[in-house]
């Protein structure tokens, strides 16, 4: 009896240290840690391969996005040029023409990326649309300054044919013995502005022009043509308005002045020899 009872607690003993090993296995040798561990190591390369799984469609949809946006933006371009009326015929076949190769570029690329089958193939054609195709850093304000410059230079190309009329006006005052300094002074001005910003447009135009749409220009390109824009052309512009100004009053008031021509000698001699009226009684 005393046997079967020390056999009975022995094998309760071992029972209860059976059920606590574990616990006490994994306090004492870290085995709860590297079970979360693995329970983290399990999570992690679960999300990746969803990641792996999702990254193609993921590109392809970015790409579709962003050639969508160039689309948008060439698209109106082209419009905003047909619609410019300064603009000349060959500049606009010439600006469309560019357009239109981006558009058909970025169309094709755009079929091409949403044919591949791999994420790598799809992450190298998704960088041709920027390092190939520089819609918002050289393509569009390389045609926006081309338009801005090119209704500058027909404005001032209008202003340019009213000197000579206000030149002649101003010698025919000038012929009647009229005071028409501060006319010309102010005349004078004008062309003087006019010169500065002419030369300035065309060589702004040259530079853009010449800036290739595949590839980056020099750093502060298209800064220095905006400062030329704001600072020279658009300055003399004002300062051309404001000489017009001055000069509407001083046109009116020579208009309605009375000439102050001296005789000429055929003239004095006639009124010398005229008979007084004492001599002809």
Known sequence: ??????????????????????????????????????????????????????????????????????LMSLNKLSTRIQ???????????????????DINGLTSLKTKIDADTDATTAR????????????????????????????????????QALVPQLQKLINTFKSQGKDVAQLQTLLDDISSQLHTVNTTISSDITTVQNISATSKPADGTFSKVKQDISQIVRAGLGKIKSDFDQMKPLFKQQLITKSTDTPTPSQAATATNAPSAAQVS
Do not use: W
Not at 126 to 136: A, E, G, M, N, R
Not at 145 to 159: A, H, K
């Open 83 to 101: 619609n410019d009326k300064r603009l000349s015929t060959s500049e606009k076949t010439s600006l469309t023409s560019d357009i239109q190769t």
């Open 124 to 159: 190298n054609d998704l960088k041709q649309i920027i390092t190939s195709y520089y819609v918002f850093a050289v393509f569009e304000p390389k045609l926006r300054y081309l338009v801005i410059l090119n209704n500058l230079q027909t404005t001032s190309t209008n202003i």
């Open 1 to 70: 009896m005393k046997k079967i009872a020390i056999t009975t607690i022995a094998v309760t003993g071992c029972m209860l240290l059976q059920s606590a090993f574990p616990a006490f296995a994994a306090e004492t040798f870290g085995g709860q840690k590297l079970l979360n561990q693995a329970n983290h190591m399990g999570k992690s390369a679960s999300k990746a391969a969803d990641k792996q799984a999702n990254e193609l469609p993921n590109i392809i949809n970015r790409s579709n996005t962003m050639i969508s946006n160039r």
